[in-house]
């Protein structure tokens, strides 16, 4: 139905009464065939009489790019079409954003291709929101007429995967296999990348299916994909067997593919194929990079294994290849906590004259590692330098000079240090109070060592198991004992774990005052709480237990410990040590002798044991004649019995 209106004409445009979109569609090819090229005013400067109607034109299909292919002859070269911009603007992830894009299409009259989906889909504004993503792409496949197409697919399954979202990255994946799309390579290879990063395994395999039904040849940037996903999902003897297809076909593994090996022993822990699979690099003419070596230092130095870790910093060197600032930080935490503090200033001097800038972290391991060993000198002097250098020490760097300071005795200097960070908005944490009540009750001064430990809450700084074996230790090793049993009480109302050393501080000062019985209850109430003894928690028990007699009690102990899996491997040793030097050199004798009777050890090396305690506690003349003698490993004849001779044989005669 038409209605017409006769009017004479006015003095303003026409133009100015139709609607302006801003900018204007662009077809590029687009479905709308009814639009015209010509002058969208020439129809009233010809005719004085305006014609509205009820009907509008179809909308028309924009695209991402502006249709300029007779004026640029590459890709790169495209003009982005105005309307990305405008509709990422409307993607603001409020309740009504499809309402929104619903009413800003309707009124400019245009509909978003797939291929524009797809483009926004892929803009870094969608990157970070998935949700939004989503959202766009099911209010873009609701469109009239309109059908995702395979790059829409996409763009979404690798901004989903980008974040890491499993579950929608699911979702799309069941409405893309319904959809019958023929397989391209590019799609397959991102399919592959987005799939693996998941580890999603399965949709894997049907991404590689297709292509197979699809007559589509794998590329080394698809192997590699499928590699990377498979060592991600841990399906490392899978990537095994892709990794053999590509040494004996067509396309060879290259340096990416190795590393994603070597990536995938390094996560299973297994560091000898990891490093076997570094040396078969060479084997097939396959350069390994930094990432290589970056990789496997990771695994060893997480295994302890520090001599390993300095080992592949030296071939990287011998190679040439650059070493990142990381591998610089193994290298020297790893040989500072081997007690190797000097190599460790050796490889960090070496790093500084390449131009490599040290960081908080090295600075604090050298010096950490130099006061442990006692030189607390040197570690000053890289203090001062670490704030020459321009970098500000943290709360950690701060708590190592304490604790290194309280070790050496200088406790007025950490207190120094102390009050300074205090007063200069440094975190005082409970690793200073540990190590200044530790340093106080070492020296004596125990009162002020409970001051600092009672100060801790009023400060609030929550006192931890290093706190609480500070004092217990300093309250045993003054004969305070009891006042010691009542902290270990308060610990436990106030929640503090109760550690091994725990235990064995106050079962060695119980020992000390002969309370042999208390010591045997807090001995079996740590076995029942599910502690594990170690080998310095029955060497306390086992010397008292030996001092005051009870020489069977103690074996008797030991015996019981073989099941949990505690084997103290000089436990002997310990308790003969202590017998001989206490005097008691009949008593370390029978030891031997049962010892030996009890097939426990081999005679001979009771007999080493035995001279090295009597030449240690001053008895000479007892191991020269034990030296020179059979006891212990000779044998007497008595008629046809024939019987070995006893350790005790050397105190008897």
């Known amino acids: 139905m038409r209605r017409t209106l006769l009017r004479a004409p006015l003095s303003f445009p026409a133009h100015s009464l139709l609607p302006r979109p801003l900018p204007h569609p662009y077809r590029n090819g687009g479905s709308s065939s009814e639009a015209s090229n010509s002058d969208p005013t020439s129809s009233f400067s010809s005719n004085p009489r305006w014609v509205f109607t009820n009907s509008l034109p179809p909308p028309e299909w924009v695209e991402p790019f502006n249709d300029v292919s007779d004026l640029v002859c590459s890709p790169q070269q495209r003009e982005l079409s105005p309307w990305v911009d405008q509709i990422l603007n409307l993607l603001a992830g409020s309740s009504n954003m499809e309402a929104n894009l619903d009413s800003y299409c309707h009124k400019l009259l245009i509909k978003l291709s797939p291929n524009f989906v797809a483009y926004v889909l892929r803009s870094a504004g969608l990157r970070k929101d998935p949700e939004i993503a989503l959202r766009f792409f099911n209010w873009a496949g609701k469109q009239k007429r309109y059908s995702h197409n395979l790059e829409c697919f996409v763009s979404l399954i690798d901004l989903l995967s980008l974040c890491g979202d499993l579950d929608r990255t699911m979702l799309v994946f069941c409405e893309l296999k319904g959809k019958g799309f023929l397989m391209t390579m590019s799609a397959a290879n991102s399919f592959i990348k987005s799939f693996g990063s998941l580890g999603m395994v399965e949709e894997l395999l049907w991404v590689w299916r297709q292509m197979k039904e699809n007559g589509i040849e794998p590329s080394l940037y698809t192997y590699n994909f499928l590699v990377n996903g498979l060592v991600n999902s841990m399906f490392i003897e899978s990537a095994e067997r892709v990794f053999e297809a590509m040494e004996g076909g067509k396309i060879a593994p290259d340096v990416v593919t190795y590393n994603t090996m070597i990536k995938g022993y390094c996560k299973a822990g297994n560091v000898q194929k990891a490093m076997e699979k570094l040396s078969s690099m060479e084997a097939n003419n396959v350069e390994p990079d930094k990432i290589s070596y970056m990789t496997l230092m990771q695994l060893c130095y997480s295994k302890g294994d520090y001599d390993s870790c300095l080992g592949l910093y030296n071939e990287m060197e011998e190679r040439g290849i650059e070493i990142p600032p990381h591998a ?105 109070y540990s190590s200044l009540i530790d340093g106080l009750g070492k020296a004596g001064k125990v009162n002020e060592a409970q001051m600092l430990f009672e100060e801790m809450v009023s400060k609030g700084c929550p006192r931890d198991s290093y706190c609480y074996n500070a004092l217990i230790d300093a309250l045993a090793k003054s004969g305070n004992t009891d006042e010691a049993l009542l902290l270990f009480k308060r610990m436990e109302d106030e929640g503090c774990d109760q550690t091994v050393y725990t235990y064995t501080i106050l079962i060695g000062g119980l020992l000390k005052q002969h309370r042999n019985e208390e010591a045997l209850k807090l001995w079996d109430m740590m076995i029942d709480k599910g502690i594990t003894p170690t080998a310095a928690s029955f060497r306390a028990l086992s010397m008292g237990l030996c001092l005051s007699g009870k020489i069977s009690r103690a074996c008797k102990i030991l015996d019981e410990l073989a099941p949990m899996g505690v084997i103290p491997e000089t436990a002997f040793e310990d308790m003969i040590n202590v017998l001989c030097k206490a005097g008691r050199v009949k008593e370390a004798c029978k030891l031997a002798d049962g010892i030996v009777d009890r097939g426990r050890e081999i005679p001979g090396r009771v007999r080493t044991i035995l ?43």
């Not at 001062?384 to 950690?396: A, S, W």
């Not at 001779?645 to 050397?650: G, K, M, Q, T, Y």
């Open 328 to 432: 610089y930080g193994l290298v020297i935490s790893g040989l500072c906590k081997n007690g190797k503090c000097m190599e460790g200033y050796v490889v960090f001097e070496n790093m500084v004259q390449k131009g490599c800038k040290a960081n908080v972290a090295m600075y604090t391991a050298l010096i950490d590692s130099y006061a442990k060993c006692g030189s607390i000198k040197e570690a000053i002097k890289l203090f001062k330098r670490m704030k020459n250098d321009g970098f500000e020490p943290d709360q950690v760097t701060y708590g190592v000079i304490v604790n290194g300071l309280c070790k050496s005795g200088r406790l007025e200097e950490a207190m120094e240090y102390f009050e300074f960070c205090r007063g200069n908005g440094v975190t005082v944490n409970s690793m200073f």
């Open 611 to 653: 001279i090295n305690a009597l030449r240690k506690a001053g008895n000479a003349d007892l191991a020269v004649k034990l030296m020179h003698s059979k006891i212990g490993i000779g044998y007497d004849r008595m008629g046809s019995i024939k019987r070995r001779v006893r350790f005790r044989i050397l105190i008897d005669s």
